[in-house]
């Protein structure tokens, strides 16, 4: 005894767990399968109802699918309609009794009732395999050029499907679009240009012929602006922007890679990105819609900046959903509109405050696409400006790109340094190991950089010890060049100089780190090594640094206890042989600093 | 054209569409391309998977998001979630419109529509879906062409 579908959805409902509704579902699908074995079966149609939403809740429900074929077959229209719901639902193209179905629906493609067809369509239009597209294919055809508007709209998108299924047949209804695109009825034209689209993205070589048409289309666009208000089409005050969408985007495909077409279409579409109200979401689709054709044709540059303008008054929408558009498009076409993008740079340098991640995100993609030699300073300063308050997803992309972008536009190395560390004082733990590797690289190139880059390290150290990368290349700079640190560092259009720093307060820092239980064992050996090649640069202090060392001899840590005796070893080397020993690193060669670089000096 | 446009490979306008709630039961699902490679269970999952991603988004983002190699576009109207999976091409503000007007249609029809009546009256909430979309395109937006032929067939049951 097989219940109603209403008393199956609440019995569900009731359920409290999964194996509970596991359950109610078996029982039920048994029952229904059993009734299913009853030829005359008077439930059919509640059956397969109850079967559409068993399958919605995951179960699965072949042994109903023959049963949809009956309802098909019957004359009844409430059964067929589920039949053919069923039919959509249950079944997929690939499904072996799809086939049986092929003569319901030829009988039922002919049939008298209009919503009896328009259900076959509906259906080959959803699952037709390629057999049943090629068999029907006939019938479609003919229903292309019925009567009736609600028939033929259908009929359309049928043929979309079956010329994907059967790209063989494409040329065969190539012509059958002209006459479809001066119907009255804009369902139908919007599944003509639908199946046009189709076509060209099959064929791109039917796209000169149907260039032909784009003057039709240019009317048809002009009318649906033009026009006053039309209430049957009306949405938020446009006259249907769903097929003014459409019609755009078919400009679009036409006048790619054809100048005069593009010409020919520049005078409505700037009308429409002059005169849309984008108070509305319905006039924002059209305006993007026709961006994105002003974009993706040949069009001129007055043109395009009209686009990219319109894409800037995006940015400043309160809708982030248009925000967001705006910025992916922008990013699309940077590289060659490249001028008039950089006009709305201080827009999307706003962005990257924005509440939503996914439009810092994307700001952030666009900032580094605007990144050249003339602006990299003043951007690069705005992004580190965002490092120190951005949540940890976003710093990661932020430090990744700000190093990427200083890497290949940095006017100096100096400027290069300078960034690099301040973003590994600001956000050290997610500098990535090839940024850390390259930056004592260039360092070790320039005197003048050795200089400044050590003053800059030891304070950023000095001030906080927290990340770990920005001690280790501090203190590795510290021991290298530590000599420096006993002069000021010279002026430089970028940084003031740097007053020299006593020996004792370098190494009063070492010492904190060594005796810090927060610093990691690399940082300890790193600061160990500093210690040993300071007490070569400034022998006047070896006595004290040694003692530092000598107080590790007897650490818990293997490597730290290792070197602190081998280090104190070496220090009571002569002078001479520390110093070699010790020697700074050589320059490195041309070819190993401009992989460093990125190219930069 | 410079940039994007191409137009090479085809596209469904919409891949699926599904009404979901926050428990993340599914409430009506429609695919419309090539769904062979996954069982009803598989789906099922992956509904409320999707759900769940949408849910995991705050009030101030924006409504779109990636899902296993989709676009997804969702929007929230009452209790269900309306979710669209397009391909990367589509446009997005489009689809939202599609979206709004799909809602407002199944709100003339059943007036005020809730998730309760989508719920007892699935088959009718497919019959509206299918006067508007035939295999992921778009085949009619106008609510007077779209409910007529129910209202008719309606009263003729």
């Known amino acids: 005894m097989s219940m109603r579908l209403r008393e199956l959805i609440r019995a569900v409902r009731a359920c409290k767990t999964a194996a509970e509704e596991r359950d109610t579902v078996a029982k039920e699908c048994a029952a229904v399968r059993t009734a299913f074995k009853d030829e005359e079966n008077p439930y059919r149609h509640r059956n397969v109802a109850k079967l559409l939403f068993i399958h919605m809740l995951g179960y699965p429900t072949h042994f109903g699918q023959m049963e949809c074929l009956k309802l098909i ?7 067929k309609r589920i039949g053919y719901l069923g039919l959509m639902l249950l079944l997929d193209e690939d499904t072996e009794v799809l086939m049986l179905v092929t003569n319901s629906l030829k009988q039922d493609l002919n049939h008298s009732n209009q919503f009896v067809a328009g259900q076959a369509l509906c259906a080959i239009g959803d699952i037709g395999s390629p057999d049943i597209c090629r068999d029907l294919a006939g019938e479609v055809v003919k229903l292309v050029s019925n009567g009736n508007g609600y028939i033929r709209k259908k009929a359309c998108l ?4 079956t010329i994907r299924k059967c790209p063989d047949m494409i040329e065969n209804y190539v012509d059958k679009v002209a006459s479809l695109l001066t119907d009255r009825s804009h369902g139908v034209l919007v599944g003509a240009l639908t199946l046009l689209i189709e076509m060209c993205g099959a064929v791109p070589s039917l796209i000169p012929a149907f260039r032909k048409l784009s003057p039709q289309l240019i009317r048809m666009l002009k009318n ?3 026009s006053g208000y039309a209430p049957e089409h009306d949405v938020s005050g446009l006259t249907d922007p769903f097929l003014q969408c459409k019609i755009l985007h078919t400009l679009r495909l036409l006048g790619a890679g054809d100048r005069e077409l593009s010409e020919g279409m520049s005078d409505i579409l700037a009308q429409v990105a002059t005169n849309t109200e984008s108070s509305k979401n319905a006039g924002v689709a059209v305006l993007y819609e026709c961006v994105r054709t002003i974009l993706g044709i040949e069009a001129d540059s007055g043109l395009r900046v009209l686009g990219i303008n319109t894409l800037g008054k995006f940015l400043l929408n309160r809708d982030n959903n248009i925000r967001y558009v705006s910025l992916n498009t922008l990013t699309k076409v940077a590289p060659g509109d490249f001028k008039s ?6 827009t999307i340098v706003d962005c990257l405050r924005d509440p939503d991640v996914s439009i810092r995100r994307r700001a952030l993609d666009l900032v580094s696409l605007l990144v050249n030699d003339q602006n990299v300073r003043p951007l690069v300063k705005e992004l580190l400006g965002y490092l120190g308050t951005a949540d940890a997803d976003f710093k990661e992309d932020l430090t990744s790109k700000i190093c990427r972008v200083v890497a290949k536009h940095s006017p100096s190395r100096r400027f290069q340094a300078n960034t690099i560390i301040q973003v590994l004082a600001d956000a050290g733990e997610c500098v990535q190991d090839d940024v850390l590797a390259s930056l004592p690289t260039f360092i070790a190139a320039d005197n003048l950089l050795q200089s400044h880059c050590v003053h800059a390290l030891f304070r950023a150290v000095e001030k906080s010890q927290s990340k770990q990368s920005l001690c280790q290349t501090a203190v590795w700079c510290i021991g290298e060049y530590g000599e420096h640190l006993a002069h000021a560092s010279t002026a430089h259009e970028d940084d003031a100089s740097q007053e020299a720093v006593p020996i004792a307060r370098v190494t009063g820092v070492l010492k904190g780190l060594m005796e810090s ?10 600061t160990l090594t500093a210690l040993l090649k300071l007490a070569s640069r400034y022998p006047s202090h070896k006595a004290q640094i040694g003692a530092i060392v000598e107080r590790h001899q007897s650490s818990i840590v293997v490597e730290v206890q290792q070197r602190a005796c081998e280090y104190s070893m070496l220090m009571q080397l002569e002078q001479g042989f520390l110093k070699e020993l010790v020697d700074h690193m050589p320059t490195p060669d041309d070819e190993a600093l401009q992989e460093a670089t990125g190219g930069v000096g | 054209g410079r940039g994007e446009v191409g137009g090479q490979s ?4 919409i891949k699926f569409l599904i009404l979901v709630n926050k428990q993340g039961q599914t409430r009506l699902a429609r695919y419309y391309e090539d769904r062979s490679g996954m069982s009803a269970e598989e789906r099922s999952t992956q509904e409320a998977d999707i759900v769940r991603k949408c849910l995991m988004r705050g009030e101030q983002q924006c409504s779109f998001l990636e899902f296993m190699g989709h676009k997804v576009i969702y929007r929230r109207y009452a209790s269900l979630f309306f979710i669209v999976g397009v391909d990367d091409d589509e446009n997005e503000i489009g689809v939202l419109e599609f979206i709004h007007c799909l809602v407002e249609t199944l709100d003339k029809h059943f007036e005020n529509v809730c998730e309760l009546d989508i719920m007892s009256q699935l088959e009718k909430a497919h019959f509206v879906v299918d006067e508007m ?16 032929p129910i209202r008719f067939l309606d009263k003729a049951t």
């Open chain 1, 73 to 79: 077959a019957g004359h009844s229209f409430p059964e």
């Open chain 1, 158 to 161: 049928c043929l979309v499907r």
């Open chain 1, 224 to 226: 649906l602006v033009l």
């Open chain 1, 341 to 346: 993008i950089q006009r709305h740079r201080g």
């Open chain 1, 517 to 526: 239980s927060l610093q990691p064992m690399t940082v300890k050996i790193y």
């Open chain 2, 10 to 13: 085809p596209e469904e306008m």
């Open chain 2, 133 to 148: 979309l035939i295999n992921g395109f778009i085949v009619e937006t106008n609510k007077t062409n779209i409910l007529e």
